[in-house]
């Protein structure tokens, strides 16, 4: 932004035919830029320099000593300081006009006695900004292919406009707004707190298959040494806390009977793992061989507690976002059918006929394609209510 001391510049000297043509009675044109460093309005006084068609001006605008004398710089104020220049930013991509707009635009524009139509209107590149300034204070405002060529001739020629203002001063703040508007857009968005389901439930997904495919792991490779614990014992995670327990089965012995069952929860079946142990057919492995096994178990034991964290933190999010969805089908097919809609909201705005098949779109073309039966079901009869 530039330094407070840059004022507006005075009003540049009556143009004879501006003044001709405002006795005739025609509308005169303004236009309302606003750059980074603060609001200008230029006096569109010379049309005919120009011409008054699109592919006039197009033609036309590239040649500033022709450009400057049909468009003169009727007012500027800078904003005060970075944030300022956020502000405005912001409001203007909203379609707001603030109050230091409405009094720079007051000040800078002619005054329109009460009960009298104006006799000029004020171009502008946004549409919604030009009906908010309207609306508030009558100033016409007008926004069409035209007045938008006009507004890009202006941003072109912007710096040449302004003797105070460098090309360098005019980027820097360009960079600085550029970057400021982009980190305040990219914030928190509340209507958007289903990505966070979408995540939790592609991660739930794969943390599935790497357990079940890293369990079967533990079992192959501790196998080799007791494959007897295999038939006993068939939960994947149990299994992985045991080859822990137990590394090096010759070790085990009635003594550990106690440890064991706390471990597993029953008492026979840790006497009939004690007894495995002392007939078991299993090859002995090297102490660095065991103690890698150990070390495998220890991971898949951590993913699968991990697993189970996130489950949890999957069931909270969706009582918290989609509470109706989750008590009808359940967190996981609701979740399911939020990650494959997109998002909650195009979930709920899915016809009931999309909404059965959704999950079942290579059923649903490939019957289509081969004229044969079309799917019943996507993801929605994996709810228990449905499958019943």
Known sequence: PLPKTLTSPPPPPPNPSAAAGEARGEMALYLLFESASGYALFHAHGIDEIGQSVDAVRSTVLDLKRFSKAVKLAGFTPFLSAVDALNQCNAISEGIMTDELRNFLELNLPKVKEGKKAKFTVGVMEPKVGSHITEATGIPCQSNDYVQELLRAVRLHFDQFIEQLKPSDLEKAQLGLGHSYSRAKVKFNVNRVDNMVIQAIFLLDTLDKDV?????????????????????????????????????????????????????????????????????????????????????????????????????????????????????????????????????????????????????????????????????????????????
């Not at 192959?220 to 494959?227: K, L, N, R, S």
């Not at 098949?357 to 059923?363: D, M, P, R, S, Y």
């Not at 490939?366 to 449905?386: C, Q, V």
Request: glycine share 6%; aromatic share 10%.
């Open 212 to 388: 079940n495919s890293f369990s079967m792991r533990v079992r192959e490779w501790y196998g080799w040494h007791f494959p007897e614990l295999v038939k006993i014992v068939n939960d994947n995670y149990l299994y992985a806390k045991l080859a822990k327990f137990v590394v090096n089965k010759s070790d085990l012995s009635e003594k550990d009977i106690p440890a064991l069952a706390d471990l597993i929860g029953d008492e026979d079946k840790a006497k009939e793992i004690v007894e495995a142990a002392k007939a078991s057919m299993g090859q002995d492995l090297s102490p660095v061989d065991l103690i890698n096994v150990q070390q495998f178990a220890q991971r898949v034991m951590n993913l699968s507690e991990y697993r189970k964290n996130l489950y949890e933190y999957l069931v909270t999010k969706m009582n918290d976002i989609a509470p109706n969805l989750t008590s009808l089908i359940g967190e996981m097919v609701g979740a399911r059918l939020i990650s494959h809609a997109g998002s909650l909201s195009n979930l709920a705005k899915c016809p009931a006929s999309t909404l059965q098949i959704l999950g079942a779109e290579k059923a649903l073309f490939r019957a289509l394609k081969t004229r044969g039966n079309t799917p019943k079901y996507g993801l929605i009869f994996h709810s228990s209510f449905i499958g019943r």
